[in-house]
Nanobody, 122 residues
Framework: QVQLVESGGGLVQAGGSLRLSCAAS????????MEWYRQAPGKQRELVAR???????IYADSVKGRFTISRDNAKNTVYLQMNSLKPEDTAVYYC????????????????WGQGTQVTVSS
């Protein structure tokens, strides 16, 4: 059984910083893409950042230059460093990972974390 556990959310003033972590555990052969999404009240879930197994990254335009995604493959963990936070960054942040697993053969599956609340006060 695979679990993704997020941590690092909280309340911060505008202009402040937070670092989110998401650790995958369980029966994992390897991890492909790892992503951070967020969902604000009344809005659809949106992709914030993605990092491939090779380290390539993409960011939503709204966070470019302020957020940095990184990963530690040895720890099966993805991070999101969030700087210069704005009130509009307030949302529940979710990590998502595409995992390669093995049963009788290799297969890929998609997993979500439980979410962590980020609140930015003005």
């Amino acid at each position: 059984q695979v679990q993704l556990v997020e941590s690092g959310g909280g309340l911060v003033q505008a202009g402040g910083s937070l670092r989110l972590s998401c650790a995958a555990s369980g029966s994992i052969f390897s991890i492909d893409d790892m992503e951070w999404y967020r969902q604000a009240p009344g809005k659809q879930r949106e992709l914030v950042a993605r990092i491939t197994n090779g380290g390539s990254t993409i960011y939503a335009d709204s966070v470019k230059g302020r957020f940095t995604i990184s990963r530690d493959n040895a720890k099966n963990t993805v991070y999101l460093q969030m700087n210069s936070l704005k009130p509009e960054d307030t949302a529940v942040y979710y990590c998502n990972a595409v995992l390669k697993q093995y049963s009788s053969s290799y297969y890929y599956d998609n997993y979500w974390g439980q979410g962590t609340q980020v609140t930015v006060s003005s």
